[in-house]
């Protein structure tokens, strides 16, 4: 009994590409929360620069956080949508010629392992016994690098930007909203480097990265924006 539980494990290999997909997710989550926190804090700098008054820079801040996460979301819902169909249309055409010629689908996976050093027989004996357990997933893996179990939704990626992103953006307009007149601007500076410290991290960390370079990076870029915009807001405040 010990030989099938270890064919099925092998078999189980979608796991991996589990926790795989499940940290390209958080790392895609990270990177959308980064989104918001740089270009609300850019936003809402902008504005106090030319006006004191909150319910502006709040109804500045609120258009700017829903603007960001609603074009996130239509973007990654395009985006993965479109991969999706392609990839959807590969997995067609490879059920199309597994039915059509097995004999040739079946020599076309022997090579494969064969290309991968299998010896020959090695590699058609494994053919064999993965075309009859499953050869879609199969010639999906080894051809065209897909798992046809865990094709990605575009909802669901749509859905993680939106509250990424709004998440990210709900820092600095929560700082820049609730800190008095004369220390929001810093406030809201100091609110945005900490929490840029935070994403830099992690999504370094997730992606085995060192961490140092990333934080520096994205902080420096938030620094940057927040800059920027203010010295826009100053001059148009004055100027107009
Ligand atoms: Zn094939």
Do not use: C
């Amino acid at each position: 009994m010990a030989e099938p539980t270890r064919i099925l494990d092998s078999h189980d290999e979608p796991h991996h590409n589990g926790i795989g997909q499940r940290l390209n997710w958080l790392r895609a989550a990270v990177l959308g929360a980064n989104d918001g926190i740089v270009s609300t804090a850019g936003l809402v700098i902008g504005v106090a620069a030319a006006t004191t008054e909150r319910s502006v820079i709040l109804t500045a801040g609120l258009a700017g956080l829903a603007a960001g996460a609603m074009s996130m979301a239509v973007g990654e819902y395009v985006s993965v949508s479109t991969q999706r169909d392609t990839e959807e249309a590969l997995l067609a055409k490879e059920r199309r010629e597994l039915r059509e010629e097995p004999e040739a689908e079946l020599e076309e996976l022997t090579q494969m392992y064969a290309d991968k050093g299998l010896p020959a027989d090695l590699a058609h004996e494994v053919a064999v016994q993965l075309t009859a357990h499953d050869a879609l997933g199969a010639h999906a893996e080894t051809e065209l690098g897909i798992d046809p179990n865990a094709l990605t939704s575009p909802w669901h990626a749509a859905w993680a930007s939106l509250i990424s992103f709004t998440v990210g953006a709900l820092i600095p307009l929560i700082a820049i909203v609730l800190a008095g007149v004369s220390i929001r601007v810093p406030v809201t500076v100091a609110a945005v480097v900490v929490s840029l410290v935070g994403t830099g991290w992690l999504s370094a960390r997730l992606g085995s990265a060192p961490p140092w370079p990333a934080v520096r990076r994205v902080v420096i870029g938030g620094l940057i924006a927040m800059a920027v915009t203010y010295a826009i807001g100053s001059l148009v405040g004055t100027q107009v």
